[in-house]
């Protein structure tokens, strides 16, 4: 579909590129289990994230953004497409071939309370991963787990403890911890301060961006909130119905916002200033249906500007101007 | 932040580092209904363990002289309508009840989980024959199988044991599966294999322990039953052969004929299975609050 994908501006180690990713669910009906649809969750996506780089993945719920995450990491199988880590393309890996591989890319979900086990300590639960790979081995092990809490800005004696007897934001300090114990280069970030109070949100993000620095960890942050993927963010991908409409850089989408979609996504963030006059323009209808996404682009039956091509011709990605990568005819 | 006061816990404080006895200790103060448990169970399988020391008769050898004789200072439960001892048949009869009640629990249990843990985690087809085979199995009442597979196997203690551990066997494999298949969807089981933890290490490492809870529940309510199951095949001729006493062959045999004329003869046997059960319930409440850290507090 893309000879180029949108990738960073700034020339840099390309660490995960995403080739043309498809996802879709066969939807089963009746006794049979005869295939009655399917849903297209993911269809043909691409990007790239850089050597410390945080790529922002946004979008309304149920455009697939979550199904990216999980794919790439392939705890969901990918229908087509490929996912290359490092220069090594794992969408064909075999179980124990992916194993080495999982070391390099890990996820953050979103819920602080399911994700992690509640019959295992905090500390086991950084250390599994570890002697899963056979990293260390007793006192070692114990030892790196609490510089790993240290890292994460929890305390030693906090090893002994176990989920129930800490906070959300603790928790997902936690599951932070688990993710750096394998020393990965790409961390998936699932909506991962969505859970959270404003005030802790704060906290966790600038915990993450302070390993991003520290560590040099790229990063996917999949979430719905704008401000969020704003603070956290240097490119920012906006999908909609299974595909990215837009990919820029985090300034250019906020100011120049070059996609229909995401002008509208961006007019609808509230902004905390009454004498701020706003253009009232509120996207109309519902999304439509992934199992029956609409002809062409997918977003012209709500895209104010549409015309007669915009039914018939799926737009590509294409770079409107350097850096910035939009899907639509009228750019 | 946390529920606990953390500042609490010992600055030094290593994960999974106490003694086995602290620990115990610890669990025995907080938990004092299933230390009463614990020790009626400990009773019980001490008085099997030793029961020739226990008792002066042959809890098999009859004596016309003395039938439904009274508890007294010779015989302290009575003697049954054949004269023989109660108290020596109740001692040695902890043997064969213990046996069928703790052995056919187990492995009713065991079998339950293996099935209902591959069924629910690997799903497919595996669940697919698995649950067909299961529902077969619960269409049948529990004493009508229990007694077909008696009859197949032949009137043994191991036989017994088996059978009535088959009938047992789909509800644990049931329950086990409806939690595995609620569990096998959590994040933290994504979260380990995304870690590239294998799936079996995952099903025993993570699914297993979180279904602990229902199953302990299931184990200590069917000790009860399974004792009472063996009294029913006994009495129909498939349980334990005859001579050697069980306790509930010995409230079957008698319940209809002499319960208004030598009640003890149903009392104590009703007793002993009544007390078993009791000690199994409270053993296995703390039990399944003890491995629960969330109730661990």
Redesign the interface.
């Known amino acids: 579909m893309l000879e180029k994908s949108p990738a960073s501006v700034a020339a840099r180690t390309t660490v995960l590129e995403v080739r043309d990713l498809k996802k879709h669910f066969p939807v089963r009906k009746g006794l049979l289990q005869r295939e009655a649809g399917t849903v297209y969750a993911v269809d043909g996506v691409s990007f790239s994230i850089g050597e410390g780089e945080t790529l922002g993945l946004v979008g309304e719920s149920g455009c697939g953004k979550s199904t990216v995450g999980?794919t790439i990491?392939r705890?969901i199988e990918p229908t087509g497409g490929s996912i290359i880590i490092s220069g090594k393309d794992i969408t064909h890996l075999d179980k124990a071939e992916?194993?080495?591989y999982?070391?390099q890319?890990?996820?953050i979900?979103?819920?602080p309370f399911?994700?992690?086990?509640?019959?295992m300590?905090?500390?086991?639960i950084v250390a599994?991963?570890m002697r899963?790979?056979r990293l260390a081995r007793g006192a070692e092990v114990?030892k790196r787990?609490a510089e790993l809490f240290d890292r994460v800005g929890l305390?030693?004696?906090?090893?002994?403890?176990?989920?129930?007897?800490?906070?959300g934001?603790?928790r997902q300090r936690i599951?932070i911890a688990?993710a750096l114990?394998?020393e990965p280069k790409l961390i998936v970030g699932d909506e991962p301060v969505s859970a959270l109070d404003v005030s802790i949100q704060a906290q966790v993000l600038n915990l993450m961006m302070d390993l991003q620095r520290d560590l040099g960890l790229s990063y996917l942050f999949i979430s719905h909130n704008l401000a969020v993927v704003e603070h956290i963010s240097h490119r920012i991908a906006v999908m909609y119905l299974g595909r990215i409409v837009e990919c820029t850089d985090k300034r250019t989408l906020f100011t120049r916002p070059q996609h229909p979609y995401t002008e509208s996504l961006l007019l609808a963030v509230p902004v905390p200033d009454p004498r701020v006059k706003r253009r009232k323009y509120v996207l109309q209808g519902e999304v439509p249906s992934p199992m029956k996404p609409p002809s062409g682009c997918h977003f012209h039956t709500r895209c104010p500007y549409a015309v007669d091509r915009c039914k018939i011709e799926s737009p590509a990605l294409r770079e409107v101007k350097p850096g910035q990568w939009v899907a639509c005819h009228l750019r | 932040?946390?529920?606990?006061d953390?500042t609490s816990?010992?600055?030094?404080?290593?994960?999974?580092d106490e003694s086995v006895w602290s620990r115990l200790r610890y669990y025995a103060a907080s938990h004092p209904l299933g230390v009463v448990g614990a020790l009626i169970m400990l009773v019980f399988v001490t008085v099997a363990v030793f029961a020739d020391f226990l008792t002066v008769y042959d809890p098999t050898a009859t004596n016309s002289a003395i039938a439904l004789a009274p508890p007294g200072a010779a015989h302290w439960l009575g003697a049954d309508y054949m004269g023989r001892d109660i108290y020596s048949r109740i001692v040695y009869g902890a043997r064969i009840s213990l046996a069928v009640g703790l052995g056919s629990t187990a492995l009713g249990c065991v079998l339950g989980v293996v099935l209902g843990l591959a069924s629910g985690y690997l799903g497919g087809w595996v669940d697919l024959v698995v649950q067909r085979v299961v529902d077969v199995l619960q269409a049948i009442p529990l004493l009508v199988l229990a007694l077909v597979m008696a009859a197949s196997l032949g009137p043994a203690l191991g036989n017994t044991v088996v059978a009535i551990a088959l009938p047992l066997v789909p509800y644990a494999a049931r329950v086990i599966r409806s939690n595995t298949l609620a569990l096998r969807e959590?994040?933290?089981v994504?979260?380990?294999?995304?870690?590239?933890?294998s799936e079996f290490?995952i099903a025993v490492?993570?699914v297993l322990?979180?279904t602990l809870a229902p199953l302990i529940v299931i184990a200590t309510a069917q000790l009860g039953a399974a004792i009472l199951t063996e009294a029913s095949l006994s009495f129909l001729g498939l349980g334990v052969p005859e001579p050697h006493p069980s306790w509930g062959r010995m409230l079957s045999e008698s319940v209809a004929e002499y319960v208004r004329v030598a009640p003890w003869l149903v009392v104590f046997p009703g007793l002993a299975i009544s007390l078993a059960v009791f000690g199994t319930n409270l053993f296995g409440d703390a039990l399944r609050d003890i491995?629960?850290?969330?109730l661990?507090n």
């Open positions: 999980r990491l705890l992916l194993r080495t999982r070391r890319m890990q996820i979900f979103q819920d399911s994700s992690l086990d509640p019959r300590s905090a500390g086991d599994e991963p899963v790979h114990k787990v305390r030693k004696a906090q090893m002994a403890n176990y989920p129930h007897q800490f906070s934001g603790q599951g688990r114990a394998l | 932040m946390a529920i606990v953390l816990v010992p600055a030094e404080e290593p994960f999974r959590q994040p933290f994504e979260a380990a294999r995304a870690t590239g933890m290490r490492r993570h322990p979180n491995l629960d850290p969330r661990r």
